[in-house]
């Protein structure tokens, strides 16, 4: 298995850097809305998960796949899966802020065996195989074992869904005044390597889907972290959209005994 699973891992490594070119050479970007203004898509979301599905279809055959784009969303059950997010950081792609990503994780029956995720633009590749720890440019990464009031902190504002708005605003003022500082950097899975790294102490987000946080999970909990729900219950793994928290056991416990605002 963890033989298959290494094997799988560098096959997703080698078409997440073959994608990449599609992203660093971008030009005339065009975004479209998909379910409002802030959800946005273009045709290099399209075209990097195109020749991801192809690539890694032809490293597996018989593979399902699990995606952002297109509705290719098959059985999260499957025998084996891929769940891919082409361009996670979208919007700061269409703005040029050069922080965005390609994430893809391996799953069989269920559970998230492999995953890498990729930033072109610093050349950076985040991998875990299950049970194998976690690597940056293949050199072991662990997150930060300090307390909430030594982190910084990532945060997303879950802006597809401004029903969540105060919400979020309310936690990240509690928490920036309970950690060194706040980062909101437009990338989940990029906040979610930032934690594996040991970069970032923790990281918050009111509601994700699954393809935002099926691969870095995996590389948070291989670097020795954690990773729930908010609320402090397991991370799940389907198609809603839930709360996640991700960090080092102490930065966590602490956000967990945050009084109530």
């Known amino acids: 298995m963890a033989a298959d699973a290494m094997r799988i891992c560098e096959a ?10 599609l992203i660093l050479h971008a030009h005339g970007v065009l975004a479209e809305c998909k379910t409002g203004h802030r959800d946005v898509v273009t045709e290099y979301d399209r075209r990097v998960q195109q020749l991801l599905t192809e690539r890694l279809g032809a490293a597996l055959p018989g593979a399902k796949f699990f995606c952002e784009e297109n509705d ?33 994780a391996y799953a069989r029956r269920g559970t998230v065996q492999a995953a890498a995720v990729y930033n072109p633009y610093v050349d950076e590749m985040f991998s875990a195989v299950r049970g194998g720890g976690a690597f940056l440019n293949g050199r072991p990464i662990r997150v930060d074992p300090a307390p909430l009031s030594e982190s910084v902190v990532c945060v997303g504002t879950a802006p597809y869904r401004e029903e969540l708005t105060a919400r979020t605003f309310a936690l990240m003022e509690r928490v920036c005044r309970a950690s060194l500082d706040i980062r909101r950097q437009g990338s989940a899975a990029l906040d979610l390597c930032s934690v594996a790294a040991g970069r970032a102490g923790l990281y918050f987000e ?24 908010v609320e402090g219950g397991p991370l799940p793994y389907d198609s809603g959209k839930p709360t996640i928290l991700a960090g080092g056991a102490r930065a966590v416990a602490d956000f967990l005994a945050l009084p109530e605002g």
């Open 72 to 104: 290719r969303q098959d059985e999260l059950g499957a025998e084996h899966l891929f769940i891919i997010d082409p361009i996670d950081g979208t919007m700061n792609f269409v703005h040029r802020l050069n922080h965005s990503c390609i994430s893809v």
């Open 206 to 229: 009111l509601s994700l889907s699954l393809w935002d946080y099926a691969a870095g999970a995996l590389l948070v909990e291989e670097a020795g972290g954690r990773c729930l729900t």
């Open 12 to 21: 997703i490594m080698a078409a997440e850097r073959e994608a990449a070119e």
